[in-house]
């Protein structure tokens, strides 16, 4: 996907929806204008509420609506810019992918390594919490893990202290890796970047 643009987008905007989205490439596009389904998740400090999905939301994380939404950091995401949003670009964190039919491919989307994420910018964003910031690699969207019938996604936007539910990059063989994000520019924004993981740099 490259060189778009997207304004005045209702829910996340470029947007990868599973968590087993690989080896893409979102390159010099640019996101404005972006508002949350719902109303959007203010958040007075790390922790936040969960929320459920229902017949007007499908996917609770829309009350987080970002420019970019990358839900696999195994992608190539360079040189694209977001105004505005909840965030400007979302890493979030899915512990299986969201959609019914691979929930149990074996896929781990929170700690796939990063590819390359480098040379994007934000500004005018985070607004409406204190903590995360407008880039933010946070946030959890999940099945509960005890009801392996569940049909109804969960989102919590803050930090979350289970390990299920914590980023933890790894490499294919196992051993851990970085999540990694570089040449990045954030300006007139709450706070700059954040993220809940073992690893980020």
């Known amino acids: 996907i490259e060189r778009n643009v997207a304004f005045d987008i209702i829910g996340h905007a470029y947007y990868l929806e599973s968590g087993v989205e690989e080896e893409n490439f979102l390159m010099y596009n640019f996101a404005s204008f972006v508002h949350a389904i719902g109303g959007p998740a203010v958040m007075q400090n790390q922790f936040a509420q969960a929320w459920e999905a229902y017949e007007d ?7 987080t609506a970002s420019g970019f939404y990358i839900s696999n950091v195994y992608n190539t995401v360079i040189g694209n810019a977001a105004s505005g949003g909840w965030a400007g670009m979302q890493l979030p964190v899915f512990p299986q992918p969201i959609d019914p039919t691979l929930r ?4 781990v ?3 796939r390594p990063t590819l390359l994420i480098s040379g ?4 005018s964003s985070g607004f409406f919490s204190q903590n995360s910031g407008a880039v933010y690699a946070g946030g959890s969207l999940y099945w509960e893990e005890n009801d392996e019938a569940s049909t109804t996604l969960k989102y ?13 990059s790894k490499n294919d063989d196992g ?3 970085w999540l990694q994000i570089t040449n990045t520019t954030v300006w007139l924004c709450n706070v700059g970047s954040t993220g ?6």
């Open 57 to 63: 939301l499908k996917v609770p994380a829309d009350r």
């Open 104 to 107: 149990f491919n074996g896929v």
């Open 109 to 111: 989307p929170k700690d």
């Open 120 to 123: 994007n910018s934000v500004h």
């Open 156 to 168: 919590n936007a803050g930090r979350v202290g289970s390990i299920r539910l914590t980023r933890s």
């Open 175 to 177: 051993s851990d890796a």
């Open 196 to 201: 809940w993981g073992r690893r980020s740099e």
